[in-house]
């Protein structure tokens, strides 16, 4: 691992940072001159693949880079992941289709609100989305000389003191109400997102359901994308098909069924399972069609 200020080359061996980066688990990243461009706490960060290698860059001195490794979960060997698949063709192809994808490991509060603007948008606008709650109400972050402006993500209590007029300006409907008054439980200590770090998924997900515009969706896509629970497996449109259409297709089982399948049948590691299989089925499996995210 080779280290400046500015700079950090980290091994990365089997990392598809394009495909992990674009593949619906965090809405701040642009693809630029081939590099990706996000925030990350409060770094503006520049990310690029070499081989078996990412080369990332800020624009402020930095002296401990733990953040960025924690964030691309670089260190996870990822054989020993997809050693623990069943042995089936469809993650059979979709280990093939996706190779190198990867989970990230991201900020709770920044994760949960996401996910709450997440509901019934595709991922493009998703993205507008935050990135318009950042730019309104977001606090600036050192960019590279000549960038355009970069925003930290807002905290809890600063959207929990918005109105809720100034969130729907951008442009995100109905959510509006949901989101404001997480952040003000969020804000107020109702509901303490460390916390969960020390429980186990049940639990967690319990918490993570007594907030408004939460369902099961989304406090799974939080406990898989944020704390790294592996007994989380989100079911959205795009894996309820990958189930039907892989695994059932000559039947049309239960939300509860497939509940319990997704829990018994995917082992140790069904959260990583669920990405390959949700990253498959909306990017190589299928024409787009009318199909939404």
Not at 117 to 136: A, D, F, G, N
Request: hydrophobic share 40%.
């Amino acid at each position: 691992m080779r280290i400046t200020e500015r700079e950090i080359i980290i091994p990365a061996t089997d990392y598809d940072l394009p495909g992990t980066l674009s593949s619906g688990q965090a809405f701040r990243w642009r693809e630029e001159h081939n590099s990706w461009i996000g925030v990350i706490g409060n770094h503006w960060v520049r990310l690029r693949s070499s081989s078996n290698s990412i080369i990332a860059e800020v624009a402020e001195p930095v002296t401990d880079w733990s953040w960025l490794v924690d964030f691309l979960q670089t260190h996870l060997e990822l054989k020993s992941v997809l050693a623990t698949f069943p042995k089936d063709e469809p993650l059979g192809n979709a280990i093939r289709a996706c190779h190198g994808l990867r989970l990230l490991r991201q900020n709770p509060w920044e994760c949960l609100a996401s996910f709450i603007l997440s509901s019934t948008k595709q991922i493009v606008q998703i993205q507008q989305i935050v990135e318009l709650l950042c730019i309104r109400f977001g606090e600036p972050v050192p960019v590279p000389p000549g960038h355009s402006p970069a925003y930290a993500f807002p905290s809890a209590m600063r959207l929990a003191a918005a109105t809720e007029a100034e969130l729907r300006d951008c442009k995100m409907g109905f959510r509006a109400p949901y989101l404001r008054e997480t952040a003000r439980m969020i804000h107020s200590g109702e509901v303490i997102l460390e916390r969960l770090y020390g429980m186990d998924v049940d639990d967690a997900r319990a918490e993570l359901l007594k907030l408004p515009g939460v369902g099961r969706k989304i406090a799974d896509c939080v406990l898989l994308f944020a704390y790294g629970f592996q007994a989380a497996f989100p079911v959205d449109v795009w894996v309820m098909k990958a189930l039907q259409h892989l695994y059932f297709p000559k039947r049309r089982p239960s939300r509860k069924r497939l509940e319990k399948f997704t829990q018994t049948y995917f082992g140790p590691n069904a959260g990583y399972a669920q990405q390959y299989l949700f990253h498959y089925m909306r990017t190589k499996q299928v024409s787009r069609r009318s199909d939404r995210p």
